[in-house]
């Protein structure tokens, strides 16, 4: 266990140093400019000179490189080349609460999804399996953008329960956190009711319940735990599907999260912090890809860490 | 937790069950509707595609609602909906079912890969999918976008290529527990032939998963497009697809809701569709529904 | 709805030379009150309140508030009156200006302004290492070029005379010096806070201004308290103004209705407009006003076929900008020049391009493209910009031509428009807005030859070497009492420009801010044309 730990680990600082050098070479390919943004649109071609040497982006690509390498040695990612500050203290800032909102949304996911998915295997092919699939769908096919004005405009303006924006208390953290998690809970749903109806299927189900376990002790001890796996997988993936949405989401919701602070970077090419955001989340796939990979083995013993 | 027997499949006369269930025939009749409406659409639509019409808008440049000439209504630069959602079939088609489609194939491919063999293989395989997971694609769409001209063939690839680790993950996972079973291990100790256990075995224990991966990435993929479009490596205007006219009118969906509401409807009855058929698929395909249906 | 674009009106305060001594024609509002406290919403982060490189129209009228500088303006008016300077005076030259700084202003640190400070302000602005936008305005400064080399580390042209007294050379006599000493770049800072703080004065920001700043969290929002030592008397009425951060327009929007915001800072989105000017409570409270911006399509002159005048011509003829209005909902009014209704210079009852596809068909025919011709159209990606250019991209096919459309992000059009490889460019969104209310400040950097070098903004390389020496000849009439005579020379200009057809203006926007029911103040400050988008000193609430 430990060395596979260890070997996990090393693999991993491997993958974050690779990850590097492809965002950072492909954002020096990127044509636009970054000088000219932070000359303004006023300045002469000797101030736009002057500026590119001092930030050092007339190095040759492995000099810059280098120097972004030793800076993270320092725990300095730079500084944002539109607001001058520093790109650490602007991610620090924020990442409290992207995670918080990750968290509510993955608890959002888990109680609406395994319900339903278990709640429509259980009674395949009816009414109520049918519903609650093509409740699903409507789930993964909203725009998030819509689902969440939708709910703000009833819960916040209509109905005057929760707070239409803002962060602070748990009431701030309902709307967006269900906002983000509705599309995750019709993935669970789905595939925990696919799962699932598999494992009712098998032969080791009808042993059980010949032997004269209750129903209830059937799905519990037996059937849930052999089709919960693939949405154990999952939840390593979240993460990464999470980056998409959080941006919609925290702007809806005035969620002062990293989402925004990447997406302005992103539109406006500002290097270090789309540098700096996207090891950030590097740094969130790895791990959660290995926690998931060290948590499968609890869930099937027959599933061995090699 | 007990060892079940995994017996064989049947597959003789599966096309012929197929179709003796309504609801599998229901999916096949949408998809081709579908179909044939992107293909037809420059014979079928009831305007020029891209044609702003001065009855499309009111005085004060609002869109017309649905009804009279304009059945779906009408977008914010008068151009009549329906005719959009005609044409922009092609563009979802392309990108809901090829780009997925191609995603769905890698995927299954390296998941079930490093998962049944394992060893330095399966970690060099994984370690790789950690890497494009980690990748950041948008980052790519831009710089594809500056240095291509944009097409929907770059955005599908795009997509095809950030979209398949989620699959092999998943179908990583599932086959590390599916090789560990008893008999499989048996199959082994006898010689029996990788492919035979992997087709016979594992995958269609697999199918679930991919038909999950296959139907709901319709969705998700039909909307990721629109926001690579909006980055400019896709589809540019005037050229419509489901997800950008969402993508492009969601903020009026208050003041418009016909514009968000029919491409989504859209969306969703494609991959409902393709779900109907999936799951039909999935059960006559079922090694455990002997004697029944 | 309160219309303030009675352009008549605003015109006739340029009837008289625009900067008549600097008198300050401001009378205080008799309802205003002190107290109380406001809050704004914003989408943007704050990127920095650091006056020298703070450039966007966010943090403009936020610097503004927290600093000043010699020269100030009229509130909600393009009128000069002096700032920090109570008086000056101009050599017969031309060249040299002399200042009076006011007695007794305070930084909000305490310690008192003096001409050393201004001294320090300027260099720094100039010094290269600062990294500042704007230092480019300065040129006219003896001793800039060797603050620009690194050869000095002090602007040469500007002393202390005596602590209350600042002296400045200038290199030639330059009719916009004035304005520039009224931008934010010419802000006073103190020194000792600058150097405390380094690059993160941005930050932490300490002027002399009516604000001062109480809390920055980064992400979340920003307060700005009253200074209550502020030299100018009675103002700011408002005791706190709470900027909240990371807020979508159309949540903003939904929040003002629902009376927990003030003012919404990124104004009303195209989404909710006809829905609030429809309903007549609400539309109450909107204010209109005009911007000294306009939106112009820039044709690339170095590309054929757009070297030929006639193609030019053709495409200005070729758009329907009613109908572009219309589908921005009404909020601009047509161009047909390059400067604004409301700008110095500009020419009244110039007729420019009628819309004429017709005539601009047999044109195309005359330069020899009867069967029209391909191209491209770049644009920036939000909206309504894509919108407005295929509303273009269809005027063009009427007559002929095919342009494809590029819709881009903002960075990678500006990209492309630099480096000449887009043949038309929409400007919407990046669309030139005046730095200050002064003619030169539309041509040298987008019209002019200084502009046209690789990675300029003057997207269409337009180098005409005749009227760059007419520019420079209309500036270098410094004397206000000859400002008629230069206003008539730039006027002359850009009927020149219009003459080559090296744009095509489309329209002029339309600002619209949307207020509380609690917020008072006279309705230009709500559309202040240079303390974008509102004049934070001056308005008050009336509860």
Redesign the interface.
């Known amino acids: 266990m430990a060395g596979y730990l260890l070997r996990r680990l090393i693999q991993a600082v491997l993958i974050l140093l690779g990850v590097t050098f492809v965002t950072f070479f492909l954002l020096y390919v990127l044509?636009?400019?970054p000088v000219?943004?932070?000359?303004?649109?006023?300045?002469?071609?000797?101030?736009?000179e002057?500026?590119r040497k001092?930030l050092g982006l007339d190095q040759p690509f492995w000099i810059q490189y280098g120097r972004y390498l030793w800076g993270l040695l320092h725990l300095d990612l730079g500084?944002s080349y539109?607001?001058?500050?520093e790109v650490a203290?602007?991610i620090w800032?924020?990442l409290p609460?992207s995670l918080l909102l990750m968290a509510g949304a993955i608890v959002c996911e888990l109680v609406l999804g395994l319900t339903m998915g278990i709640v429509a295997a259980l009674r395949p092919g009816t009414a109520t399996d049918n519903g609650l699939m093509i409740a699903s769908f409507v789930g993964v096919s909203a725009p998030q953008f819509v689902v969440g004005?939708l709910l703000?405009?009833l819960f916040?303006?209509k109905l005057h329960w929760l707070p239409?924006?803002?962060?602070g208390t748990f009431s701030h953290l309902i709307l967006p956190s269900l906002t983000l998690g509705i599309l995750g809970a019709g993935w669970y749903s789905r595939m925990m009711r696919s799962s699932m109806v598999e494992v009712l299927r098998q032969d080791f189900i009808r042993t059980a319940r010949a032997k004269g376990l209750t129903r209830r002790r059937v799905i519990l001890r037996h059937a849930l735990p052999n089709a919960i796996l693939p949405v154990v997988a999952m939840i390593g993936i979240d993460i990464g599907i999470f980056m998409g949405g959080i941006v919609v989401v925290?702007?809806?919701?005035?969620?002062?999260?990293i989402g925004?602070?990447a997406w302005?970077a992103?539109?406006?090419?500002d290097i270090p912090i789309i540098m700096g955001v996207t090891l950030v989340s590097a740094v969130a796939i790895v791990l959660g890809n290995l926690l998931a990979d060290l948590v499968a083995p609890f869930i099937d013993p027959r599933i061995r860490l090699r | 937790m007990a060892d079940a027997a995994l017996p064989e499949p049947r597959r003789r006369g599966a096309l012929g069950r197929l179709a003796r269930r309504p609801l599998a025939l229901l999916g096949l009749l949408i998809i081709g509707l579908t179909v044939a409406a992107a293909l037809a659409a420059p014979w079928i639509a009831p305007f020029g595609r891209?044609e702003?019409l001065f009855e499309g808008?009111t005085?004060?440049?609002?869109p017309m609602p649905p009804g009279g000439a304009f059945p779906l209504g009408t977008d914010?630069?008068g151009r009549d909906l329906l005719t959009r959602i005609l044409y922009g079939a092609r563009t979802s088609l392309v990108i809901g079912v090829v780009a997925n489609g191609i995603a769905l194939f890698i995927g299954t491919l390296v998941g079930v890969t490093a998962g049944y063999f394992r060893g330095w293989i399966g970690s060099i395989l994984m370690r790789f999918t950690d890497l494009m997971m980690a990748f950041p694609a948008l980052l790519l769409a831009?710089a594809l976008?500056?240095i291509f001209s944009?097409s929907l063939w770059i955005v599908a690839m795009v997509i095809a290529l950030v979209n398949w680790v989620q699959v092999a993950r998943v179908l990583y996972t599932e086959t590390t527990s599916l090789a560990e079973r008893d008999f499989v291990q048996a199959e082994r100790a006898i010689g029996a032939g990788t492919g035979r256990i992997l087709g016979l075995h594992i995958l269609p224990h697999l199918l679930p998963t991919i038909i999950v991966y296959g139907t709901l990435g319709i969705s998700t993929t039909v909307l990721l497009e629109a926001t690579l479009s909006?980055?400019?490596i896709g589809v540019?205007?005037?050229q419509p697809s489901w997800g950008n006219i969402i993508f492009?009118n969601q903020?009026?969906f208050?003041?418009a809701p016909w514009l968000v509401f029919f491409p989504g409807m859209a969306n969703l009855l494609l991959a409902l569709a393709f779900n109907l058929v999936g799951d039909a698929l999935r059960d006559v395909l079922d090694p455990t529904q002997r004697g029944r249906g | 709805m309160k219309s303030l674009l009675a352009s008549s009106a605003l015109l006739m305060a340029f009837a008289a030379p625009a900067f008549a001594q600097g008198t300050d024609t401001y009378t205080p509002d008799p309802n205003a009150k002190p107290g109380g406290s406001i809050t704004i919403?914003y989408?943007?982060?704050v990127?920095?309140l650091?006056p020298a490189?703070g450039?966007d129209w966010q943090n403009w009228s936020m610097i503004k508030s927290l600093f000043d500088g010699l020269m100030d303006y009229v509130p909600g008016t393009t009128d000069l009156r002096p700032g920090l300077a109570e008086s000056y005076e101009i050599s017969e030259d031309g060249v040299t200006y002399t200042f009076h700084l006011r007695p007794g202003v305070t930084f909000h640190n305490g310690r008192e302004m003096t001409a050393d400070d201004v001294v320090y302000s300027l260099s720094r602005v100039t010094n290269?290492?600062t990294?500042s936008?704007?230092?480019?305005?300065f040129?006219m400064i003896e001793g800039y070029d060797a603050m620009?080399?690194g050869s000095a580390t002090t602007l040469s042209g500007v002393t202390a005379v005596d602590p209350q007294t600042v002296q400045i050379k200038l290199s030639r006599p330059d009719a916009t010096f004035l304005h520039v000493m009224a931008l934010n770049f010419a802000s006073v800072v103190p020194k000792e806070t600058v150097e405390e703080f380094g690059?993160?004065f941005?930050?932490n920001p300490v002027g002399t201004g009516a604000y001062k700043l109480a809390d920055w969290?980064?992400?979340?929002q920003v307060v700005f308290e009253k200074n209550a030592d502020y030299w100018r008397e009675g103002i700011p009425y408002l005791d706190q103004i709470t900027f909240?951060?990371?807020?979508?327009p159309?949540?903003a929007l939904?929040?003002l209705?629902?009376g927990?915001v003030d003012l919404p800072g990124d104004g009303i989105?195209?989404?909710?407009f006809?829905?609030v000017m429809g309903d007549p409570a609400q539309a109450e409270r909107v204010i209109q006003g005009g911007q000294l911006q306009t939106g112009y399509i820039t044709m690339n002159v170095t590309q054929p076929p757009f070297d030929n005048v006639q193609v030019r011509q053709a495409v200005n003829m070729a758009i329907n900008k009613d109908r572009i209005v219309?589908?921005?909902?009404?909020r601009a009014v047509p161009a047909n020049q390059p400067l604004p209704p409301t700008m110095p210079g500009y020419t009244e009852g110039y007729e420019g391009y009628a819309f004429d596809p017709e005539g601009a068909k047999a044109l195309l025919a005359e330069a020899g493209f009867a069967d029209g011709f391909e191209t491209e159209l770049f644009v920036m990606?939000t909206?309504?910009n894509?919108?407005i250019?295929?509303?273009i991209?269809?005027d063009l096919a009427a007559i002929g031509i095919t342009a494809?459309?590029?819709?881009?992000?903002?960075?990678?059009v500006?990209?492309a428009g630099?480096?000449g490889t887009a043949p038309m460019i929409w400007s919407g969104g990046m669309a030139w807005i005046a730095?200050f209310p002064d003619p030169a400040n539309f041509y040298y950097?987008i019209l002019g030859c200084?502009g046209a070098?690789e990675?300029g903004?003057n997207w269409s390389k337009y180098c005409n070497e005749d009227l760059d020496a007419q520019a420079t000849q209309a500036d270098s009439i410094s004397d206000p009492a000859r400002s008629d005579e230069r206003l008539q020379m730039w006027s002359d200009i850009y009927t020149r420009v219009m003459e080559d057809a090296v744009w095509a203006p489309v329209f002029n926007e339309e600002r619209y801010t949307m207020r509380s029911a609690r917020m008072g103040g006279a309705d230009n400050l709500y559309v202040d044309p240079v303390s974008i988008p509102v004049n934070y000193d001056y308005v008050y609430v009336t509860e």
């Open positions: 044509p636009a400019d000219r943004q932070i000359a303004g649109r006023s300045a002469t071609p000797e101030t736009v002057s500026i001092q500084r539109l607001q001058r500050s203290e602007l800032a924020r609460p004005l703000l405009y916040g303006v239409i924006s803002g962060y925290e702007s809806v919701f005035g969620w002062p999260g925004q602070l302005q992103i539109q406006r090419v | 891209d702003q808008l005085l004060e440049g609002a914010l630069l831009i976008a500056a944009p909006f980055l400019g540019q205007p005037p492009e903020t009026y208050q003041a | 919403t989408k943007d982060d990127a920095t650091d490189i450039y290269p290492e990294q936008p704007g230092a480019g305005f040129g620009l080399d690059p993160d941005g930050r969290t980064l992400g979340q909240e951060i990371g807020q979508e159309v949540v939904l929040r209705q629902n927990e989105p195209p989404a909710k006809q829905e219309q589908i921005i909902n009404g990606n909206d309504p894509p919108r250019a295929q509303a991209q269809q494809s459309i590029q819709a881009l992000a903002q960075a990678n500006i990209e630099g480096a730095d950097p200084a070098v990675g903004w």
